[in-house]
């Protein structure tokens, strides 16, 4: 399994950034797929997580701001981001789950069930 993240970089408060990542290695449908993200200091927190059946969940300080999506044909996981401010400033990774996993579970962002990781990508707001 492999996860490589893409797009991240500097950009104003209130600009935008598309964070992608490519995933191989296996057959992508099924899995939850997440972006997570840890600022120096800080936990690594959930930002959004999408299930096979299109399901999503977003962490508050991001609701309307971020939207998660999947090409299951591109095999590639999305995370468009808007209205950015200094506190989205991270280190953000691609996580896949370890199992097959419904919605209902997939929506609750644990990263204790995602056991692949890419190597990050940083943004940083200022």
């Known amino acids: 399994v492999q996860l490589v993240e893409s797009g991240g970089g500097s950009v104003q408060a209130g600009g935008s950034l598309r964070l992608s990542c490519a995933a191989s290695g296996y057959t992508y449908s099924g899995y939850c797929m997440g972006w997570f993200r840890q600022a120096p200091g800080k936990e690594r927190e959930g930002v959004a997580t999408i299930a096979s059946d299109g399901s999503t969940s977003y962490a508050d300080s991001v609701k309307g701001r971020f939207t998660i999506s999947r090409d299951d044909a591109k095999n590639t996981l999305y995370l468009e981001m808007n209205s950015l401010n200094p506190e989205d400033t991270a280190m953000y990774y691609c996580?896949?789950?370890?199992?097959?996993?419904?919605?209902?579970?997939?929506?609750?962002?644990?990263?204790?069930?995602?056991?692949?990781w890419g190597q990050g990508t940083q943004v940083t707001v200022s």
């Open positions: 996580a896949r789950s370890s199992f097959w996993m419904l919605g209902s579970r997939c929506v609750r962002r644990d990263k204790g069930d995602f056991g692949y």
